[in-house]
Nanobody, 123 residues
Framework: VQLQASGGGLVQAGDSLRLSCVAS????????MGWFRQRPGKEREFVAS????????RYADPVKGRFTISRDNTKNALYLQMNNLGLEDTAVYYC?????????????????WGQGTLVTVSS
């Protein structure tokens, strides 16, 4: 099973970016999915999660109102739309699949992880 994250890059503060994550070899349509990030010198942290059918999502406080998580089960894909990016959003972003249908901010509940995509926000 592989989760392939993409869409990272170098942007300026205030810009937008959309991350994608595509699953191969199996479907995660019955599993919640999530995005985590690891900022320089920090531990990995929760960003957002979405339930198996997209009906429920949750966000970490620092990204509420700026980031939107979505999924397309027909494409086995997960997305993270990031608007009004700030310097503090610079991080490696990871997508992950949860063991259960409803998301969590607990990284231990995710058993499949992508390789990460780097987002760098400059001033």
């Amino acid at each position: 099973v592989q989760l392939q994250a993409s869409g990272g890059g170098l942007v300026q503060a205030g810009d937008s970016l959309r991350l994608s994550c595509v699953a191969s070899r199996r479907t995660f349509s019955n599993n919640a999915m999530g995005w985590f990030r690891q900022r320089p010198g920090k531990e990995r942290e929760f960003v957002a999660s979405i339930s198996w059918n997209g009906g429920m999502s949750r966000y970490a406080d620092p990204v509420k109102g700026r980031f939107t998580i979505s999924r397309d089960n027909t494409k086995n894909a997960l997305y993270l739309q990031m608007n009004n990016l700030g310097l503090e959003d610079t991080a490696v972003y990871y997508c992950a699949a949860n063991r259960r249908p409803y998301g969590s901010n607990d990284s231990l509940s995710y058993n499949y992880w992508g390789q990460g995509t780097l987002v760098t926000v400059s001033s």
